[in-house]
């Protein structure tokens, strides 16, 4: 485990620190730490940062209400730099975006398809909005709205099923599982939630079996 005072801060006694989203792995900013404001931020387990431009101490957050929730916190070989993935409590930059990354210099080619970015683009979709988005549009009308639209694509599901219909299943189980993350984004449900209540399931279910075995 490597310790505060493993760290090599440079000669104006800083540390770059990249932070990122914990459910996404979607750079949201990069700060500076000093050795006082990491301190408080393994204690907090909240973002600290040194601000260069106001020479003081910044709690990320204090101000906003946009805390940044630290999960791990991670050397580079040299220990010259930290990687702190976070789960933040409203957008990292300044300007109101998500992430301070997003001015591309060189578009990537089309990214291939995954449930973490699709839970990023809809929640973008709930904290920043677009004017025409149907996702937008189901966050304005709320939470019931978003209920309705996963009971009316769950009796879709079960009667393209029925029918024995295997491509309109599929169809129907694909508008059900985003109408499901549109609901996860707005109880603020993560993608990694899910996927630690089935490891539990998982868990138990491998003890169950052994004693049975016994």
């Known amino acids: 485990m490597v310790k505060v005072e493993d760290i090599k801060f440079d000669e104006k006694g800083l540390v770059p620190a990249i932070v990122v989203d ?31 431009s106001r020479q003081e101490l910044w709690l990320k957050g204090e101000t906003s209400g ?19 993935k ?3 409590d409203g957008p990292a930059c300044h300007l109101g975006t998500w992430s301070c990354f997003d001015y591309p210099v ?3 080619e089309q990214e291939a398809f995954s449930y973490e970015g699709l839970m990023e683009l809809i929640r973008g979709r709930k904290t920043e909005g677009k004017e025409g988005s ?3 549009y189901l966050f304005e009308k709320g939470l019931d709205k978003i209920l309705k639209k996963v ?3 769950s009796t879709e599901v ?13 169809y129907e189980i694909a508008d059900l599982a985003y109408h499901v993350m549109v609901l996860m984004v707005e109880a603020g449900i993560s993608l990694d939630d899910i996927k630690s209540e089935l490891a539990s399931r998982h868990v138990i279910d491998h003890k169950v079996k052994q004693e049975k075995m016994v």
């Open 22 to 52: 914990a459910d996404t792995n979607q750079v949201l900013t990069l700060a500076y730490m000093n050795e006082e404001s990491l301190r408080i931020s393994l204690e907090k387990r909240l973002t600290c940062f040194w601000s260069r």
């Open 66 to 84: 946009n805390y940044q929730h630290i999960v791990s916190i991670t050397a580079d070989c040299d220990r010259d730099a930290l990687v702190v």
């Open 134 to 136: 149907y996702t937008t």
């Open 158 to 170: 079960i009667i393209a099923a029925k029918a024995e219909d295997k491509a309109e299943t599929i």
């Open 151 to 153: 009971g009316e694509e």
């Open 86 to 88: 976070v789960k933040p």
């Open 106 to 108: 060189l578009e990537a």
